[in-house]
């Protein structure tokens, strides 16, 4: 009897050592990143959220509602690269979608490489790969954790929202505006996986453009959005409006093809309909070591800048987001089991108001000509030092001085940043300028100064950095931007959900930097190499 006793026992033991290794880690990580989602959209749209979507990732996950981007710019290169480095630019070298290079004396964009060749798609659209982001991912890391037999898939419309979170070990997929076919490039495969060309052939871009985008409920009840057709947003060429409903069949031809995906509800969806396919096609999740999927959701990017965050077509995208979203935890609560896998979701950046919008509501705001500044600029510095082009570059609100020139002529290039600082104040909308100088003497802890400095590349960046007025923005088109260190651009989403994971909420300040900190964490993996940002306690270590 007491053997027969000790060896139940050891049996169980046995087995409850077995359950705990296989709870050690989740089978599946989705990174799911929305383009251009501000943290309040969880608030501002829930009264018509599913139960299963949105209100899901609050109700059963871990949100972090003070959770801010720290650094500026806040655009999408670097923020796909800041969530899956757990840096900011200033360490992973991203520093902009595209900027200025002097020894190329031209600007170069963030996830180009002419290097590769395209694969499965246009010859324009393929030269893409991570190879000037400076730092390993948490995907590489996972990779590298399991001698990369952990699988790593990231899709996006943009190549960018791909390229960045899938790290340099992991294969990226991006929407081809010109074939409507997912594609990829030589950086990763010679040719498309046989999955990939299934999912292609079925031609799911030309049947969502084959229809029209109408209100998911009668348009009178967006409440939560200004009147439909109003002139502030950008319509579609083609349209002397921006009313619903858009007959895309009709729109595709003035306003690029199948690109027009990317600006209706229907791009999340074929992003979604290629994530089943890297599921089922790669098996992830499936293969004994824990796989990674990173979706980047674009379209709430171009719906943005279009039609702006009080626009209908906004409130709309989101209602419909919302249930794909239900559908794809359903999804993966069947096929891996309700808490063997892990979901977090953030954004790369989130939006400002419509400068016109602001107006006409009597809130202080104005457009920022950068051409005229520009003429000033190489005005004032001709005038000053003496004949010749003194400025390089204006881009990203970072003014670049001609080193070569300065040398020539015998001028100190601080001497130039410092009178062109004070010159620049002078203008109406900027409201501070930092000099390179500086950047690189002192270490900046608060205010705007240091969120630049956290963007600030020693070898990348600009010999000034301007910050604009509150709700001033460099655009002079219907619609909006981003990118400023303001909070509407900087507070976004933080949620996390599944495994390991206990319901709850928490307003401390965090920063995206934090998400890849967490999953290190979390995975029993390094951290990123590069890595500033610090594991979410209230996560990792629970309630």
Not at 378 to 398: A, L, V
Request: charged letters at 20%; hydrophobic letters at 35%; aromatic letters at 12%.
């Amino acid at each position: 009897m007491k053997k027969t006793f000790v060896l139940s026992l050891f049996a169980m033991i046995i087995c409850f050592s077995a359950f705990a290794q296989e709870k050690s880690k989740p089978k599946l990580v989705v990174g799911i990143v929305v383009d251009q989602m501000r943290q309040e959209y969880f608030y501002k749209y829930q009264d018509r959220f599913t139960e299963g979507g949105f209100k899901r990732l609050m109700n059963d996950g871990f949100v972090m509602k003070n959770a801010h981007y720290n650094y500026i710019p806040t655009y999408t290169g670097p923020g796909h690269a800041s969530v899956y480095t757990g840096t900011t630019p200033a360490t992973h070298g991203v520093i902009a979608n595209n900027w200025y290079v002097r020894s190329l004396g031209r600007s170069i964009y963030c996830a180009e490489d002419s290097t590769v060749v395209a694969v499965g798609g246009s010859e324009g659209n393929g030269q893409i790969s991570p190879r000037n982001m400076l730092s390993t991912t948490i995907s590489d890391e996972l990779r590298f954790s399991t001698n990369k037999r952990s699988k790593v898939v990231a899709l996006a419309i943009k190549d960018r929202g791909a390229s960045l979170p899938a790290g340099h070990l992991g294969d990226a997929y991006w929407f081809d505006s010109k074939t409507g076919n997912f594609m990829t490039s030589t950086y990763y495969y010679d040719e498309l996986p046989t999955w990939v060309q299934a999912f292609n052939n079925k031609k799911l871009a030309e049947k969502y453009l084959s229809g029209k985008w109408e209100t998911l409920f009668p348009i009178e009840t967006y409440v939560q959005s200004i009147a439909d057709d109003n002139e502030f947003e950008g319509p579609f060429i083609g349209m002397d409006n921006t009313a619903f409903p858009y007959h895309l069949k009709s729109l595709m031809k003035d306003n690029g093809g199948f690109g027009l995906i990317s600006t209706t509800p229907y791009g999340n969806s074929i992003t979604l309909d290629m994530a089943y396919a890297a599921l089922e096609g790669e098996q992830l999740g499936k293969n004994g070591e824990t796989d990674l999927l990173a979706v980047s959701f674009s379209s709430p990017d171009y719906i943005g800048h279009r039609f702006g965050p009080t626009s209908v077509e906004v409130e709309d995208n989101y209602l419909r987001l919302d249930r794909e979203l239900e559908k794809f935890f359903a999804y993966l609560d069947k096929e891996y089991g309700k808490d063997e896998y892990l979901v977090f979701l953030t954004a790369d950046h989130a939006v400002a108001d419509i400068v016109d919008y602001m107006k006409s509501e009597h809130v202080p705001a104005g457009n920022f000509n950068n051409r005229f500044i520009l003429t000033q600029m190489r005005g004032f510095t001709s005038e000053k030092f003496g004949e010749g082009n003194w400025i390089s570059n204006f881009s990203n609100e970072q003014v670049f001085i001609n080193h070569a020139l300065a040398k020539e002529k015998g001028v100190a290039v601080e001497e130039i940043q410092r009178a062109l600082a004070d010159f620049l104040l002078g203008f109406e909308g900027i409201k501070e300028v930092y000099t390179a100088t500086d950047m690189k003497k002192f270490e900046y802890t608060q205010g705007k100064k240091s969120l630049l400095q956290m963007g600030f590349n020693h070898k990348a960046s600009g010999d000034l950095l301007l910050i604009l007025e509150p709700a001033w923005l460099s655009s002079s088109y219907k619609g909006t931007t981003h990118g400023t260190g303001y909070t509407y651009d900087t507070h976004v989403p933080i949620v996390f959900m599944g495994w390991g994971v206990e319901a709850g909420s928490s307003s401390r300040y965090v920063t995206v930097t934090d998400i890849a900190p967490t999953l290190s964490i979390m995975l029993g993996t390094r951290l990123p190499n590069g890595a500033t940002g610090q594991p979410i306690l209230e996560i990792v270590d629970g309630k």
